[in-house]
């Protein structure tokens, strides 16, 4: 976990959407930005939650990211009381298979956005990129290590494409 003031947080509706947003943890971690987690809920816990929504930008919070399934009014909650960047993932924790959180936050009304990433995991990984994006505006550090961090994906692509062509060559 990289030490400093958190310059991120990363809100949950419950402590089962750990699981997912472990993946946003592990990119900010990989990047070097110092996060926060909190659980907080828009619904069982509005006060808490509205706290610590207005507390965020004060406290040195830069960008907020707010995972939630089902009725998941977390991120556009967070939205409505902060200034910050608000970066929405929508989590398959319901029969609806996250189709409901994903509807519940892309349809933010006009003049209170929601960034709202893919459901799921994809969506928890991209929401760290993107968090990491927008702090790379004001910070050349951040910037340099999210360069790297895409050299090392592209890398991996690379490597997984000489492995298909060696595997296809063996089975010829
Ligand atoms: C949402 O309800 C949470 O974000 C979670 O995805 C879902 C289920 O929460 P638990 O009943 O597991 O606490 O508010």
Do not use: C
Request: overall charge positive.
């Amino acid at each position: 976990m990289p030490r400093g003031r958190p310059r991120v947080g990363i809100v949950m509706g419950s402590d089962s959407d750990l699981d997912v947003l472990r993946e946003t943890i592990k990119v900010l971690d990989d990047i070097g930005i110092a996060h926060e987690v909190v659980v907080a809920s828009a619904h069982r816990t509005p006060e808490q939650t509205r706290r610590y929504a207005t507390r965020a930008d004060r406290r040195g919070i830069r960008v907020l990211i707010a995972g939630a399934g089902g009725a998941a009014a977390l991120p556009g909650f967070l939205a409505s009381l902060s200034p910050l960047p608000i970066i929405g993932v929508p989590l398959n924790s319901t029969p609806l298979s996250g189709l409901d959180s994903l509807l519940s936050m892309v349809q933010m009304p006009k003049g209170v956005p929601v960034a709202t990433m893919a459901v799921g995991k994809w969506g928890a990984a991209n929401a760290g990129i993107l968090a990491a994006q927008i702090l790379a505006l004001g910070d050349a550090g951040v910037r340099k290590r999210l360069a790297a961090f895409r050299k090392t994906m592209a890398a991996e692509v690379a490597q997984r494409s000489r492995r298909v062509a060696a595997e296809l060559r063996r089975k010829r």
